[in-house]
């Protein structure tokens, strides 16, 4: 099994930053992406930003330009730098791991309020 550990969520204003972090741990063989999706209430869940184990990166048209997703492959952990936030960027933010076998793991997610 796979565990995904979220942090860095919060209340930031309109304008701010804050940084997520998702630790993988437990049986990781290899990693063929991970990334970050967001759901806020009454909205279906959908792609943030992604990376793959080469260093690829894919990002939702909304992010582009202010977001940015990093990865540590020594330690398993996937970044997401957010910047100049906007309130529509308000979600649960979950971290996504795809293995090199294509099975999907999540985290519990973490909650990113933009508010003033």
């Known amino acids: 099994q796979v565990q995904l550990v979220e942090s860095g969520g919060g209340l930031v204003q309109p304008g701010g930053s804050l940084r997520l972090s998702c630790a993988a741990s437990g049986s990781i063989f290899s990693i063929y992406m991970m990334g970050w999706h967001r759901q806020a209430p009454g909205n279906q869940r959908e792609l943030v930003a992604t990376?793959?184990?080469?260093?690829?990166?894919n990002y939702a048209d909304s992010v582009k330009g202010r977001f940015t997703i990093s990865r540590d492959n020594a330690k398993n952990t996937v970044y997401l730098q957010m910047n100049s936030l906007k309130s529509e960027d308000t979600a649960v933010y979950y971290c996504?791991?795809?293995?090199?076998?294509?099975?999907?793991?999540w985290g519990q997610g973490t909650q990113v309020t933009v508010s003033s």
């Open positions: 990376i793959t184990i080469g260093g690829s990166t």
């Open positions: 996504n791991l795809i293995t090199g076998r294509r099975v999907n793991y």
